[in-house]
């Protein structure tokens, strides 16, 4: 038998049914205003079969997890192709848990987009197996990994609640500047979600139409006796350049809506060879992003917020409140052993010390220490209702630069994740 191809077809199998249970539950809690007999039996209803399906999609991933070790020879989370499929499984775990205390469909609605999304961002990077680094040959990639992304598994949970709280408790009808304003920050957060998915939208459709464009850099680089060194390095798009690499040579372009060059070229203080692709990746973003809020909004012919918050009025949101702060009060001390604890053994054992300021290692204390202030805020000096929201959706934002941000765009001794 084929491995990994089975664990492929198990994996695409489980976002399929990630998807239509998100339409369960988005028909357990939209539907409800359509049904004349019994709203409550018809949420009853949907909810079982969204959570039939998730449970059943979570079973196909937990398949395709273990059929790709099985494959590999080593546990799956070595790249970010593979972490993100993980970190995507243990949000699916994390709302499990969260859901059979609760049973609101409310929490089904808002975080399976999340797991949908997590999911589809893994699938930008190559899914090939590849070598294992060296660094990587531990049983503690098992244990610090695992218990990292379980223990922000539940924080996207939180995340997820903290949101619904926000735009359960937005005033529509304030004029005042503090009304506008909570209005505003509430929907660009819906924003920023949809740039991410307009990311996605954008990948998938050109690579889907094969579209590609190639440059030659030219990097010179000085050393400390004065010896000049300069290298030819090809950088590939997968996007239209709208900014070519600095000091850069077209080799192929593909013209697109009349396009036939970049646009401008990047600054000559981004370094790196991929530094002028990453920041095309961003501009596509948000183009993308934006323009797909745009059609939303045309369609809605209202702020997103003000589509959604009809939907949460039959939900407390001191409900809301609880649920967000009893995942992240769960997830913050299995963050604590995989972030940090684990995390200090592992690199004492791979590198010969426990702390080295590497990016990643200060990301990961700046989260930790966001989370900790959390808590002790909430705990200890009251701070509960839309403060308390806004730092669990502000927190989850830091776990998501650290996993994205820190992996692309810093380097560091964790560069290799993001391969």
């Known amino acids: ?3 990994l191809d ?16 998100f339409i369960s539950y988005a028909i357990a809690v939209a539907g409800k205003r359509w049904s004349n007999r019994d709203p409550q039996a018809h949420v009853a209803r949907w909810s079982k079969i969204g959570f039939a399906a998730a449970i059943l999609a979570w079973v196909l991933h937990l398949t395709f997890f273990f059929t790709r070790w099985k494959g590999e020879g080593h546990i799956p989370t070595s790249n970010m192709y593979e972490f993100m499929t993980f970190l995507a499984m243990a949000v699916m775990f994390a709302f499990i848990i969260v859901f059979l205390i609760y049973r609101n469909p409310l929490l089904g609605a808002f975080t399976l987009p999340i797991i949908i999304i997590i999911v589809a961002y893994a699938s930008v990077f190559p899914s090939e197996v590849q070598p294992l680094n060296p660094a990587l040959n531990s049983i503690w990639l098992r244990i610090h990994v ?16 903290a949101l619904m709280q926000l735009i359960r408790v937005v005033d529509l009808e304030r004029t005042d500047k503090a009304g506008r304003r909570a209005r505003w920050w509430t929907e660009f957060s819906l924003i920023v979600i949809i740039v991410i998915i307009g990311f996605l939208i954008s990948v998938f459709s050109f690579r889907g139409a094969g579209y ?16 000049v060194n300069s290298d030819i390095n090809e950088v590939v798009y997968s996007l ?5 690499p600095y000091n850069s040579d077209i080799v192929t372009f593909q013209p697109f809506l009349g396009m036939d060059k970049p646009l401008f070229e990047a600054p000559s203080w981004m370094t790196g060879v991929n530094a002028g692709r990453k920041l095309n990746t961003v501009i596509w973003s948000i183009i993308s992003g934006l323009v797909l809020y745009g059609l939303l909004r045309l369609l809605a012919r209202k702020p997103l917020i003000a589509v959604i918050k009809p939907h949460l009025t039959d939900i407390d949101a001191d409900d809301l409140e609880e649920i967000s702060y009893r995942a992240i009060a769960i997830g913050f001390p299995v963050f ?21 300021w590497d990016p990643k290692e200060v990301w990961a204390l700046v989260t930790w220490l966001f989370y900790s202030a959390y808590l002790h805020l909430r705990l200890s000096r009251g701070w509960q209702g839309t403060r308390s929201a806004w730092l669990a959706v502000i927190g989850f934002l830091v776990v998501m630069f650290t996993l994205i941000g820190v992996n692309l765009v810093i380097a560091g001794l964790h560069s290799y994740a993001g391969v």
């Open 6 to 21: 089975f664990s492929s077809e198990a994996f695409t199998a489980a976002f399929f049914l990630y998807c239509a249970a």
């Open 1 to 3: 038998m084929n491995w």
């Open 336 to 356: 604590t052993l995989g972030a940090l604890i684990f995390a200090m053994i592992w690199a004492q054992i791979a590198w010969s010390r426990f702390w080295g």
């Open 240 to 244: 239209p350049p709208i900014v070519s």
């Open 146 to 161: 695992t218990t990292a992304a379980t223990g922000e598994a539940f924080f996207a949970v939180g995340f997820a609640a």
């Open 212 to 227: 590609d464009a190639k440059f030659s850099q030219e990097t010179v680089e000085i050393a400390e006796d004065g010896t």
